[in-house]
């Protein structure tokens, strides 16, 4: 196996809840709810290429944005410090910059900018370094509020490429995969002050990041660690749920599990393909479950009504491919073999596909058969950071070497 290729799947870890943010917002990676669903968002398709409204130049990392109230939260490493710049949505003006310490040395991946997406919540905005240093700042300033060093202070490994899962903001509460020592596994602590209120499993960290679900009438935290999935209470960490998911060896657990009702899809690459469990049962209950139908390496499905449309195979061996699959039974509906690898997001009944290679596609959520409506190539570079869409732009993220990038805001 080859480690230096598995550096694609830390790129993008799920967000957890944020409130205080505006319609039209996308506060977090997958938007809104964590699912890819861009509510409220209409895209046309183009007939000329759509127009790029500004870029800036960013450091290293493989963060997404993260858009509210007119702001665009930006989270990259320049030199010796991880910088969280704050632009405008109209101009891409920097508004504010924040800066912090960068201490990660690198892993198996070149590039030792942060992986996690910046989680918005009410006035506040958290970052989650690539070091596992956790940062709050004021969301109409930068001004730094507290920091802690998460994975330093629970004697976490750095793992194949340092920290990747996002933060998940529950209540008072910034819940963390941390994968520490002595039952630091996920860590909660205060949004107001940083403090450690419980932790909680034995469970490595992955590069998936933790979701929420209604289980037995309460809010309930799933979180896809290593080798297991587990569901905890979230403000006590007490464990509800168990089910293993994930293998030893160089394997990342990386896409977002996808909630629906009590039912929870997972995927991962790797040989340990997808499940769609029950957990309304316990234990949990297996519904449908496949090594062949979806294996993702890092990239989310994303729902369009009864059908889910993923990306399926590894882009290091260049097997990846588009597939529609019926969210009930995993029932294959059509297949586009060599399609690569790419971040989705559904706006309506159409999904808007970035791949890596450094192309968009927008394709019709039709079950029926694969119809692409627009297609146009960006500027050169890997796309492997997560997009963001917010009031009819769309923010990508461009790597061009190990320590530079750029980032494009898109009009539709």
Same mark, same amino acid.
């Given at each position: ?339 690569? !690898? &790419?971040? *989705?997001?559904?706006?309506?009944? %159409?999904? $808007?596909?970035? @791949?890596?290679? #450094?192309? +968009? ?13 627009? !297609? &146009?190539? *960006?500027?050169?570079?890997?796309? %492997?950071? $997560?997009?963001? @869409?917010?009031? #009819?732009? +769309? ?18």
């Amino acid at each position: 196996m080859r480690f230096r290729i598995l550096s694609l799947l830390l790129l993008f870890a799920a967000i957890g809840g944020a409130g205080g943010v505006l319609a039209g917002d996308w506060p977090q990676i997958l938007g809104p709810n964590r699912d890819g669903q861009a509510t409220g968002e209409t895209i046309s398709a183009w007939t000329e290429t759509p127009p790029i409204r500004w870029r800036v130049p960013c450091g290293a990392g493989y963060a997404g944005v993260a858009v509210a109230s007119g702001k665009v939260l930006l989270w990259h490493r320049l030199k010796d410090q991880e910088v969280l710049d704050c632009l405008a949505t109209d101009d891409g003006r920097r508004l504010w910059r924040a800066e912090f310490p960068a201490i990660y040395r690198g892993g198996v991946d070149a590039d030792r900018g942060p992986r996690s997406v910046p989680v918005v919540a009410g006035d506040r905005v958290f970052v989650y370094g690539a070091a596992g240093d956790l940062h709050a700042v004021a969301l109409a300033n930068g001004e730094r509020l507290w920091s802690r060093e998460l994975r330093t202070d629970y004697e976490a490994e750095d793992g194949y490429f340092g920290a990747g899962a996002t933060p998940i903001v529950v209540g008072p509460l910034l819940i963390v995969p941390v994968g520490g020592r002595q039952g630091a596994g996920l860590v909660a602590v205060q949004t107001v002050d940083g403090a450690t209120r419980w932790k909680a499993t034995d469970e490595e960290a992955s590069y998936a990041s933790p979701v929420t679900m209604r289980l037995d009438g309460e809010t309930a935290l799933v979180a896809v660690m290593s080798l297991n999935t587990v569901v905890v209470a979230p403000q006590t960490g007490e464990l509800l749920r168990k089910f293993d998911f994930g293998r030893r060896g160089p394997v990342v657990n990386a896409a977002t599990p996808l909630v629906d009702d009590t039912r929870l899809l997972v995927t991962a690459s790797y040989g340990i393909g997808c499940r769609m469990v029950d957990l309304a049962t316990v234990p949990p209950r297996d519904l449908w479950k496949s090594r062949e139908v979806i294996s993702s390496q890092y990239a989310t499905p994303v729902r369009g009504g009864d059908w889910l449309y993923a990306i399926t195979g590894r882009e290091d061996v260049g097997d990846a491919e588009l597939l529609s699959v019926r969210w009930t039974d995993g029932e294959v509906a059509w297949r586009r073999p060599g399609y690569g !690898t &790419a971040h *989705l997001i559904a706006a309506g009944d %159409r999904i $808007l596909a970035q @791949l890596t290679a #450094g192309r +968009l596609e927008l394709f019709a959520a039709d079950p029926e058969q694969f119809r692409s409506l627009a !297609t &146009a190539d *960006l500027p050169e570079g890997s796309y %492997r950071s $997560l997009p963001a @869409l917010s009031d #009819g732009v +769309l923010y990508c993220r461009r790597s061009v070497s190990p320590t530079q990038g750029e980032l494009l805001a898109i009009e539709f």
